[in-house]
């Protein structure tokens, strides 16, 4: 039951992205589940590309933002968790489970963070098994 | 005098307030019928049947209407069938735009919905249980067909190629008389285009605070409509009360807000947006104040996903994929 699912990974450039650069410059180890997609600011992946990424097949969806207080554009990162909040339960009521989606702080010092946050989610997501939506699931 | 344009107009899973709503174009649907020749209109108004459709030429209807959307095995023929035999198909309202009111059965199994409408409620006296069933014999020799239920709700141009589409429920009449207009003087958009002015509710809405040089605050607190009565004058979604006229089409003219009642998303997506349900959260939540009143609007809405997608369940791009009822 060896599965490797496969993570869309929306990364912001100042922060989270940063902080997998970090990681393979410190040669973590993770999985090489995750695909990462830079992006302006974790505030400008609108739900529309989570939900896309979902149907088409994407085992799992992981946003990660900068902490708070620490948004380049300042509250970029507030609006992100705000929105996340409740496009979660949106997917939830609509019947897909949540925990395919994960939203997480990860700043450019944090490299090890990124590459536990990459391992953790690929071991729940093995637990979960794929994608129920994926045509070929 | 041109010659007149063949017209159809076919009901599918709809509820027929599409066509009541063509009807309420009064004076001016006399006008426009001036220029239409009703060649279809079933099974609600013109004395025609299915098979006078079967029987017409390919392309023979220049015009066809299509409300309501796809949930049995006779819509999906009909609209089959129409689609054939029209020259332009328009999806009309937001059932045969998007899915409608009744595409929110996809959140339940069949049984859940079954058992609804004919066992549970408290007007329904069935002791035995019994469902409608696709086929049956009546009396070992009679045999009896219904139409059955598809496995779900999907919008018109999930099945066939749609030209053109209306939103709102039911489309607003004036609105209506704009598009007939419009369709008569051949004055048409591209293929796959929404007719519509592509304003947002917000946009014609007297309570804009742009309007009254105000600015947009943060919201602090939510309301649901039933938790109190909102100011009748200042714009609902800056007093808590989610208003979703900034991704809706506004060709209703606010109606809804003219009665002090939020929108609902009846008019469809403003341009630009793939999936009406995402756009509501990212706006609405851009609008909360913090991370608090994000966690007590989801509270007090226990179903987001109806909500959210009040009139667009089937449009949405996960959950066409889903299986309805989990
Ligand atoms: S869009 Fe509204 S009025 Fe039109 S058929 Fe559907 S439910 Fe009825
Ligand atoms: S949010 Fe609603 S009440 Fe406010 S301006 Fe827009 S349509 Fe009007
Ligand atoms: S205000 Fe919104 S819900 Fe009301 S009629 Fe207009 S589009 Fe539909």
Redesign the interface.
């Known amino acids: 039951m060896s599965f490797n699912p496969n993570i869309v990974g929306f990364a912001c450039q100042w922060c989270t992205y940063a902080g997998a650069d970090l990681a393979g410059n410190l040669r973590c180890k993770y999985p090489p589940t995750i695909k990462l997609i830079k992006v302006p600011c974790s505030g400008s992946v609108?739900?529309?590309y989570?939900?896309?990424s979902?149907?088409r097949g994407a085992d799992g969806v992981l946003v990660g933002g900068c902490h708070y207080g620490d948004c380049h554009y300042k509250d970029g990162n507030?609006?992100t968790?705000?929105?996340m909040?409740?496009?979660k339960?949106?997917?939830?009521?609509?019947?897909?489970d949540p925990r395919r989606f994960r939203l997480e702080w990860i700043s450019g010092a944090e490299g090890k963070r990124f590459a536990e946050v990459v391992e953790e989610f690929t071991r729940e997501l093995q637990e979960l098994g794929p994608n129920?939506?994926k045509e070929d699931a | 005098m041109a010659e007149k344009i063949k017209f159809g107009f076919l009901l599918a899973g709809g509820c027929a307030g599409c066509e009541m709503a063509l009807v309420d174009m009064s004076e001016k649907l006399l006008d426009a019928l001036g220029h239409l020749d009703v060649v279809f209109w079933a099974p609600t108004v013109a004395d025609v049947k299915y098979k006078d459709l079967e029987a017409m030429e390919d392309g023979y209807i220049d015009l066809a209407f299509v409300d309501g959307m796809i949930r049995n095995t006779e819509n999906e023929h009909t609209v089959k069938v129409l689609r054939q035999k029209s020259k332009t198909l328009v999806a009309f309202g937001a059932c045969a735009s998007l899915g409608g009111i009744a595409a929110l059965g996809d959140c339940h199994s069949q049984e859940e919905l079954f058992s609804q409408a004919y066992k549970d409620t408290f007007s329904t006296d069935n002791p035995d249980g019994i469902y409608p069933q696709p086929e049956c014999t009546w009396e070992g020799k009679y045999d009896l067909t219904l139409p059955a239920f598809t496995n779900r709700v999907s919008t018109i141009d999930q099945l066939v190629e749609v030209d053109y589409f209306v939103g709102g429920c039911p489309p607003h009449h004036d609105f209506i008389a704009q598009l007939v207009q419009a369709i008569v003087s051949g004055n048409l958009p591209a293929k796959g285009s929404w007719l519509t002015s592509g304003k947002a509710v917000c946009d014609i809405c007297k309570r804009n605070p742009a309007d009254h040089d105000q600015k947009r605050l943060p919201i602090g607190e939510v309301f649901r409509t039933v938790d109190g009565r909102p100011d009748e004058d200042k714009c609902l979604l800056q007093q808590g009360y989610i208003c979703f006229g900034p991704v809706t089409q506004g060709d209703c003219g606010a109606s809804c807000l003219n009665v002090n009642i939020p929108c609902r998303g009846c008019g469809g997506p403003i341009p630009g947006v793939r999936d009406y349900g995402a756009r509501c959260v990212s706006t609405i939540t851009s609008s909360l104040k913090d991370d608090e009143t994000a966690e007590e609007f989801v509270k007090k809405f226990n179903d987001m996903a109806k909500f959210c997608y009040r009139y667009s369940y089937s449009a949405g791009i996960l959950n066409q994929k889903l299986t309805p009822g989990k």
């Open positions: 609108e739900p529309e989570i939900l896309e979902l149907a507030y609006k968790s705000r929105r909040t409740v496009l339960k949106m997917i939830e009521d609509a019947g897909f129920p939506v």
